[in-house]
């Protein structure tokens, strides 16, 4: 645990769970509760914040749901603080795409922009460290491809973007990188014609990436994504209507 442990008040709400979630995620931001600390058990929560337990288990779901803690069986059992991580955004989202409330087009609009972003950081602040662990990615995925294995619906597909965002020594980017490309990623599956030039694309925009020149690395990358956007809504367009 923290050297100052978390204490909460009690709370006498008719949504009693808010509350509790919205304390729980003030002592995150406050420091008394970090990445990998020990929520106390069910029945000390209850008597901390007054509620009954059901309450208590109702707040814990919805912060588990969204990320923040995750739970843990086995002797050390319990609630934990959860180690940043974008599921909960991916899967709003993803949520919103399933409905149809966001088009395909404005995810790779935001993706071209968030990478467009990371690639002029890692231009200012990459280390040759940063470029070899893309450069090292790359050929993974080359001899991937080179070898008949499928890719399109592995992680190996969207380790190029983390490793960019990575380069930014951003971890916000990094998450909200790694958010829109699992949710793409899904959609990339699908797709039954493969976009073949992609080990190309990352070698040039590598190679202006060492460069540093983000206006040229940035603009190779947004011309392969938006070629990959074309094939995906022609993909949507020939989905049955429901």
């Known amino acids: 645990m923290s050297e100052s442990a978390p204490v909460f008040a009690p709370v006498r709400m008719r949504r009693a769970f808010e509350a509790i979630c919205d304390q729980i995620r003030q002592q995150v931001v406050e420091g008394a509760l970090s990445a990998g600390d020990r929520l106390p058990s069910e029945r000390?929560?209850?008597?901390?914040?007054?509620?009954?337990?059901?309450?208590?288990?109702?707040?814990?779901?919805?912060l588990e749901?969204?990320?923040?803690?995750?739970?843990?069986?086995?002797?050390?059992?319990?609630?934990?603080?959860?180690?940043?991580?974008?599921?909960?955004?991916?899967?709003?989202?993803?949520?919103?795409v399933a409905l149809k409330q966001v088009p395909v087009s404005d995810l790779t609009e935001a993706?071209?922009?968030?990478?467009?972003?990371?690639?002029?950081?890692?231009?200012?602040?990459?280390?040759?460290?940063?470029?070899?662990?893309?450069?090292?990615?790359?050929?993974?995925?080359?001899?991937?491809?080179?070898q008949g294995r499928?890719?399109?619906?592995?992680?190996?597909?969207?380790?190029?973007?983390?490793?960019?965002?990575?380069?930014?020594?951003?971890?916000?980017?990094?998450?909200?990188?790694?958010?829109?490309?699992?949710?793409?990623?899904?959609?990339?599956?699908?797709?039954?014609?493969?976009?073949?030039n992609v080990v190309q694309v990352r070698r040039k925009v590598l190679r202006l990436m060492r460069d540093r020149d983000a206006d040229k690395a940035g603009a190779a990358l947004a011309k392969h994504l938006n070629a990959l956007n074309v094939?995906?809504?022609?993909?949507e367009r020939k989905k049955p209507a429901r």
């Open 44 to 62: 000390e929560l209850s008597e901390q914040f007054g509620v009954s337990r059901s309450g208590v288990r109702e707040a814990l779901r919805s």
């Open 65 to 96: 749901m969204a990320g923040m803690v995750e739970a843990v069986t086995g002797i050390n059992g319990g609630f934990y603080i959860k180690q940043s991580h974008p599921e909960g955004i991916t899967q709003a989202v993803r949520d919103m």
């Open 111 to 146: 993706r071209i922009l968030l990478c467009g972003l990371a690639i002029r950081l890692a231009c200012e602040r990459a280390t040759e460290e940063d470029f070899a662990a893309i450069e090292a990615d790359i050929e993974r995925f080359a001899e991937l491809v080179k």
């Open 150 to 196: 499928p890719v399109r619906d592995s992680g190996q597909i969207t380790e190029f973007y983390r490793l960019i965002g990575r380069a930014t020594h951003n971890e916000v980017i990094v998450m909200l990188i790694d958010a829109l490309s699992e949710i793409l990623r899904g959609l990339i599956a699908q797709l039954q014609t493969p976009h073949s």
């Open 231 to 235: 094939l995906l809504l022609e993909m």
